[in-house]
């Protein structure tokens, strides 16, 4: 099926190719106008259909199956019993048997009529079809007839690419990929499930090859309408024309389990209408059960030590979680309600009256799908296609280290951009609730990466519940270290890609048998999915750089015992020595982040794109600390300086690195010193405060600095050092440090400095200010003046 339009919602995460069943109303009255009425005249087609469904329900032993039957169980055998009997007690005995036996030919013939089970069980599902091995044998030589004519295909197609000397290797990728598809097309709902999470991971399977199944989302064919109708109908008991005024003739998308109606409620509402397609639950456990077997007879010819089979049951768990459209309803009202604070996510309404564990109705979401958007070559398209992305990276880190509730599958068949500048999720199906401790690990391993500190980055992943028990910890942090030590930083950011790097962790699990939990997965999968969009619109996006501002920020505001020992272990060493750099590298790039633009001067934000070592972002960073410190937010930032060694906090202050904090102290004694002197003079001449253009020249030299950042401030100065609080953490320095005489000598003479520099400006500040007081007086045009002090 064609992509579809701008317009279209798409509910379901993934698209599968259906197996039609025939509907029992062949003719569709096309002169009457009004949506989903059907003609019920019957005829030789009709008596078909009947045929078939009957063949096909012999086929399954349908017909046998009793839901009351679900309870039955085995009886158990006899014991022997060896007394000294006479002829009458053998009699007896035999006849005791024969009851026995029959009564267990009577439960094995009732075993047949247990039906499949609603939810997914391992061993129920094994009992089911443990029955049923001619269905399950059908299906297997259907599987192995599909990938062997798709192995032909390839080789044919190979060996033609082979006479044509301009064919190169990406190209027979993509053919593979193509026949792949075509393949997955064929053998139904659940190979395209597979194929369409294979198109999300390029670290994989290759760039060339993902494109080619990511076709998957738009190309999966619908089923007649009359059967849509028809599955409605029976879950809501009543036409269709009752609860809609309104139901599009053709559906705007067609989705591996299901396909959407555009419809309008009674109401005037307009909606989507998922519906999911018939004959759908038996098929998915049946596959996912031969899947199930594979994946055991591979654990044994692997001699695995892990269970595979478990990977099935976890992909069964959650494909016959979306058949049940309760549940992704109940999803999809969770997340919203959990999302409800953060204005830049937004998800569809659902009608809860008009929902059924077949039927999903939800409101009608306006907006660009990515796929649209990489359509179009505007540099409109690709701005808003490079705000959907960056709006998903942070709410999926949101979701990751907020809220816990992850859209487990953020692939671009469900994202959509709204024309108010929103990022739309669609379909919930699967959704990933994580752990506290698992958040955390994750919030852990991507500082430690940032880091390069391996034993952690191990440690977290012991965390995650990926590294197994009795791992030896020092050669996979060897192994972590010799794949990952390549890695460049560029301003202190791992300047690689995420799948990248995620491919190189991967390798390391494989070698040493790493546990893959459910949600890992999905996290994984959705971060690649993500960048592998970004990627498409702007070749040098780095995940990392967009993630990593979030999670200074909340490091640096999250007062949990959990993030505060993360960034205790980062900016701290094992003596509890305070590393400048690395929180100067944390305050940095987290006032990048929208969280802390309000406590950045307004005119910081420009010189971020400086050099390191440059003065104006070292100012506007004293600034940031200035402010922080002594606010609501300042909580983890004054814990961390009281639980530093205080002797080093005050090497840190005398430090060559704490230059441009020492040069904002001044400005803020100097600023003190100031007041004071204005209010003295202010009795005897008419002075106001300072609020000319002078400039030292000193100052004026450096472009970057104008005088509203050298001689005004937002900061409250007054309030700020009559914190008691910071008055504590100072003292708890100096008495630290007085164990150290050369030390304190030097804080001494670094103070006096910073003293006599401080009051040269404020004197000089007064004399500009009475210079400007009685200037004013001259009708001299005002301009720059540069004052050399």
């Known amino acids: ?141 259907e599987v192995f007839a599909a990938f062997v004519s798709a192995s032909i295909k390839f080789r044919i197609s190979s060996i033609l690419s082979a006479t044509d000397k301009d064919a190169d290797e990406n190209i027979l990728k993509y053919n593979f990929g193509t026949i792949l598809k075509e393949t997955m097309l064929n053998l139904g709902p659940t190979f395209i499930k597979v194929g369409q999470s294979l198109s999300t991971r390029p670290d994989i399977i290759g760039s060339e090859i993902s494109k080619a199944l990511s076709e998957l989302h738009d190309q999966v064919p619908p089923f007649p309408r009359a059967e849509a109708m028809k599955i409605f109908e029976e879950e809501f008991g009543s036409p269709v024309e009752k609860f809609f005024s309104y139901i599009s003739e053709e559906p705007v998308a067609a989705a591996s389990f299901g396909q959407v109606y555009k419809g309008s409620t009674c109401d005037g509402f307009d909606v989507a209408v998922k519906v999911q397609r018939p004959n759908l639950h038996h098929v998915v456990v049946r596959d996912i059960y031969i899947l199930r077997i594979g994946l055991g007879i591979l654990q044994k010819i692997l001699k695995r030590k892990s269970d595979l089979q478990l990977y099935a049951d976890e992909l069964g768990k959650g494909l016959v979680g979306e058949l049940d459209y309760n549940l992704e309803a109940a999803n999809a009202i969770e997340f919203m309600e959990v999302h409800s604070h953060f204005p830049f996510i937004c998800a569809p309404k659902v009608f809860r009256h008009l929902s059924k564990k077949r039927v999903l109705t939800m409101e009608w979401m306006v907006g660009d799908s990515p796929s649209d958007l990489l359509l179009k070559s505007s540099e409109e398209s690709k701005a808003k296609l490079l705000d959907l992305v960056k709006k998903g990276v942070q709410a999926s880190l949101i979701q990751l280290l907020e809220t816990g509730l992850l859209h487990a599958d953020p692939h671009p068949g ?112 959705s971060l690649a999915s993500l960048e592998g969009l970004a990627v498409a619109a702007d070749p040098t996006f780095k995940t990392f ?121 001044c400005f803020v004694v100097a600023d003190i010193l100031y007041q004071w002197m204005t209010a003295a003079l202010g009795k005897v001449f008419h002075i106001t405060q300072f609020s000319s253009q002078v400039v030292l020249a000193s100052a004026a ?53 910073m003293f006599i520099r401080a009051t040269a400006l404020a004197c000089h500040r007064v004399l500009v200010s009475l210079s400007e007081a009685y200037l004013d007086r001259v009708s001299y045009p005002r301009k720059l003046i540069t004052v050399v002090a």
């Open 1 to 141: 099926m064609a992509s579809a339009s701008s317009l279209m919602p798409v509910l379901c995460s993934v698209q599968t190719s259906p197996r039609f069943r025939k509907t029992h109303q062949n003719n569709i009255n096309k002169n009457n106008t009004s949506a989903g009425k059907q003609s019920n005249n019957g005829g030789p087609v009709e008596n078909i259909v009947e045929f078939t469904k009957s063949i096909e329900d012999l086929v399954w032993l349908r017909n046998v199956e009793d839901p009351q039957a679900s309870f039955l169980q085995f009886p158990s055998w006899p014991q022997p019993y060896y007394p000294a009997l006479s002829g009458i007690d053998l009699f007896l005995a035999d006849l005791k048997a024969l009851e026995v036996y029959a009564s267990y030919l009577y439960y094995l013939a009732k075993m047949w009529t247990k039906p499949l089970p609603e939810i997914y069980d391992p061993q129920n599902v094994t009992d089911y079809f443990s029955l049923r091995p001619h269905v399950v044998t059908l299906r297997l030589l």
């Open 414 to 525: 469900n994202l959509r951009y709204t024309s108010s500048g929103q990022i739309g999720f669609l379909d919930f199906g699967l959704i990933c609730r994580m752990e506290k401790k698992h958040q955390f690990a994750m919030l852990a391993s991507i500082v430690h990466i940032v880091n390069g500190d391996w034993a952690s980055l191990v440690n977290d992943l012991t965390e995650m519940d990926v590294v197994r028990p009795g791992t030896n910890i020092r050669l996979v942090t060897m192994d972590l270290e010799d794949v990952l030590g390549e890695v460049e930083f560029k301003n202190g950011i791992p300047d690689i890609k995420f799948s990248k790097v995620l491919g190189k962790i991967w390798s390391v699990a494989i070698k040493y048998h790493f546990r893959m939990p459910p949600y890992y997965t999905l996290v994984l999968r």
């Open 545 to 665: 750089e967009a993630a990593y501002p979030f999670v200074v920020q909340k490091l640096l505001v999250d007062n949990s015992a959990a993030s505060r020992r993360i960034l205790h272990s980062v900016v701290l060493n094992r003596r509890k020595e305070f590393q400048l750099q690395k929180l100067y590298l944390f305050l940095r790039i987290g006032a990048t982040w929208e969280g802390l633009h309000s406590l950045t001067p307004s005119d910081a934000q420009a010189s971020f794109d400086q050099p390191a070592n440059a003065v104006p972002r070292g100012v506007d960073l004293a600034n940031l600390v200035l402010k922080l410190l002594p606010s609501k937010n300042g909580t983890v930032l004054r814990r961390l300086l009281m639980t530093a060694d205080g002797a080093s906090l005050v090497r840190t202050v005398v430090s060559k690195e704490a230059s441009f904090f020492r040069q904002e102290i």
């Open 701 to 753: 030299k450096n472009t970057q600095i104008g005088p509203s950042m050298i001689f005004t401030s937002s900061v409250d100065y007054q309030a700020f050092l009559r914190d008691r609080r910071l008055k504590i953490i100072a003292l708890k320095a100096l008495h630290s440090a007085r164990k150290d005489p050369v030390l304190m000598l030097r804080f001494c003479w670094t103070s006096f400095v």
